[in-house]
């Protein structure tokens, strides 16, 4: 097979000979500088994906994407959503009402946010219907809570804490007393659980709960009916802020007001996006010196075939054809190393959540603990446009490596280089 003459010589130095062997491992450690870069790099980016992942499927998932409330309580919400779900925007709307306390069992107390809500609409705004899976120490289901029976759905996290499961009583302290010819006393309701969530999401798992909506309305001593307002559901969860404050608008903006996500999660989400750009940046820089490592190979290699190069030139190959020969060299390098970065970071960013929960599982130790960060694993998420950026710029960081090496090498005189050979 036909092959120009600078792609076979330069493919000829890339291979050892037996005088130098060094310059060959140099070669050779470049070669792998760089396949770590590169994996380490997919790996990294991988791992911050599948921060992302979870952050949107659970956390998102879980919170609104953004509510419509007003001061008073609304009387009807199938007439307020009316309206609202006429919007193309707007995928489902469910009411709710929230009431703040703390949870008591058997002396232990836990504070806790109850969201009212309505088991069949609540489905259609929120993933909590997902959580419920047995080998997760789940129990229960969304459709166990009915009007009048005061049951609660509960995280895994404060069902520990409490050492309660399903079937336990619990009693809620309301932030707000009674006042009683004996004096003023604590608002106390008893709660029956009747479901433990899963979520692995320690903000969630441990404050978060669930009641019947009417039997919150009855708490807060409201008539039957009325909700403290509406949970919106966008088809895109970044329009939020814009549609929420555009639909109180519509509604009256003396008499409603909008929340959305970034108001209580936006800055964790805003944080996990920063982190990913600044760490691929510095990752970046890694793959980067790895590249220029390619620049004192080429050198070696130049300085040791100056009589190869001034015998070519005699020969008649132009100084183009012989910045060619060295620039396909450190390019075989460059396409080498970042070829078999690729599949290891590929390979180690599919395997690193089971690696990791292996390694957690025989130290007996998290590396993630719930009480610190949102979520208690540590998870992954390959995409192929990552492994193609990635690559693409280790291959342009190797090429632009080979053009001052290369660029000596034309310059070589073939009467200067043979003068003591």
């Given at each position: ?289 790895a590249a220029f490592n390619i620049i004192s190979t080429l050198v070696m290699v130049v300085t040791d075939k100056k009589g190869d190069i001034a015998i070519l030139r005699t020969l008649g190959a132009t100084p183009g054809q012989i910045m060619a020969i060295f620039m396909v060299q450190g390019t075989i ?89």
């Amino acid at each position: 097979m036909f092959r120009p003459l600078f792609v076979f010589v330069g493919a000829r130095y890339t291979r050892a000979k037996r005088r130098n062997h060094f310059v060959s491992f140099i070669s050779l450690t470049s070669m792998i500088g760089l396949a770590l870069g590169v994996m380490v790099m997919i790996l990294v980016l991988s791992v911050m994906n599948g921060f992302d992942r979870e952050m949107r499927n659970r956390v998102l998932g879980m919170v609104p994407h953004a509510t419509v409330e007003s001061a008073t309580p609304i009387d009807d919400w199938r007439q307020l959503a009316g309206p609202i779900l006429k919007q193309p925007q707007v995928l489902a709307a469910a009411p709710f009402t929230q009431m703040q306390g703390l949870l008591s069992h058997d002396g232990k107390v836990q504070k806790v946010l109850i969201n009212g809500v309505d088991p069949v609409e609540e489905a259609k705004v929120s993933v909590i219907g997902e959580f419920f899976k047995a080998e997760d120490g789940a129990q229960g289901a969304l459709a166990a809570l009915k009007p009048g029976e005061f049951g609660l759905i509960i995280g895994k996290k404060a069902a520990s804490k409490l050492g309660v499961t399903v079937g336990d009583k619990l009693t809620f302290v309301a932030p707000e007393v009674t006042v009683t010819p004996a004096g003023m006393f604590p608002r106390l309701k008893r709660f029956t659980v009747v479901g433990i969530f899963s979520v692995g999401v320690g903000e969630v798992d441990g404050f978060v709960a669930l009641a019947h909506i009417q039997d919150i309305a009855r708490l807060h001593r409201w008539k039957d009916g009325q909700v403290q307002g509406l949970r919106l559901k966008f088809d895109d969860l970044f329009q939020a802020p814009r549609l929420a404050w555009g639909i109180a608008q519509r509604l009256g903006e003396q008499d409603f007001f909008a929340r959305d996500w970034t108001r209580t999660h936006g800055n964790l989400y805003q944080a996990i996006r920063m982190e990913k750009a600044m760490i691929g940046l510095l990752l970046l820089l890694i793959v980067a010196v790895a590249a220029f490592n390619i620049i004192s190979t080429l050198v070696m290699v130049v300085t040791d075939k100056k009589g190869d190069i001034a015998i070519l030139r005699t020969l008649g190959a132009t100084p183009g054809q012989i910045m060619a020969i060295f620039m396909v060299q450190g390019t075989i390098i460059g396409v080498v190393g970042t070829l078999i970065g690729a599949v290891l970071g590929m390979l180690a960013a599919l395997g690193v959540s089971s690696g990791v929960a292996h390694v957690e599982k025989w130290l007996g130790f998290k590396f993630l603990n719930a009480d610190v960060y949102f979520i208690d694993y540590l998870p992954s998420q390959l995409l192929a446009a990552d492994v193609l950026l990635v690559c693409a710029a280790a291959l342009v960081l190797s090429f632009l490596a080979t053009l001052y090496p290369a660029w000596r090498a034309a310059r070589t005189q073939p009467a200067e280089a043979l003068r003591y050979e």
